[in-house]
């Protein structure tokens, strides 16, 4: 039903921005919610950011309030994380993720690696 493509992942230094990007194939990425999660070795994967189908809504963790924006443009299918004041503790292998409005996972991106460091 729907396929997700991510770039943007790298490496930056501390206080530094990074803009990810997911491109999804399909015709239905317009009806999906869509999310950013985060996962480190020895952790579980963890909610980043998320928003609605239309982008009305967005909700955040609390360690990047401020700091990261999701935002989504319907008509080229992407959904992307803006993260701003980038700190050690952000380095992680960040993941999108679709489901359709009823909560159904549908896919998930296959991971880009971002680090924070000196």
């Known amino acids: 039903q729907v396929q997700l493509v991510e770039s943007g992942g790298g490496l930056v230094q501390p206080g530094g921005s990074l803009r990810l990007s997911c491109e999804a194939s399909g015709p239905i990425f317009s009806t999906l919610v869509m999310s950013w999660y985060r996962q480190t070795p020895g952790k579980e994967r963890e909610l980043v950011a998320i928003?609605?189908?239309?982008?009305?809504?967005?909700n955040y963790a609390d360690s990047v309030k401020g700091r990261f924006t999701i935002s989504r443009d319907n008509s080229k299918n992407t959904v992307y994380l803006q993260m701003n004041s980038l700190k050690p503790e952000d380095t992680a292998v960040y993941y999108c993720?679709?489901?359709?409005?009823?909560?159904?996972?549908?896919?998930w991106g296959q991971g880009t690696l971002v680090t924070v460091s000196s």
């Open positions: 993720n679709a489901r359709t409005k009823f909560g159904e996972h549908l896919r």
């Open positions: 928003i609605t189908s239309t982008g009305s809504s967005t």
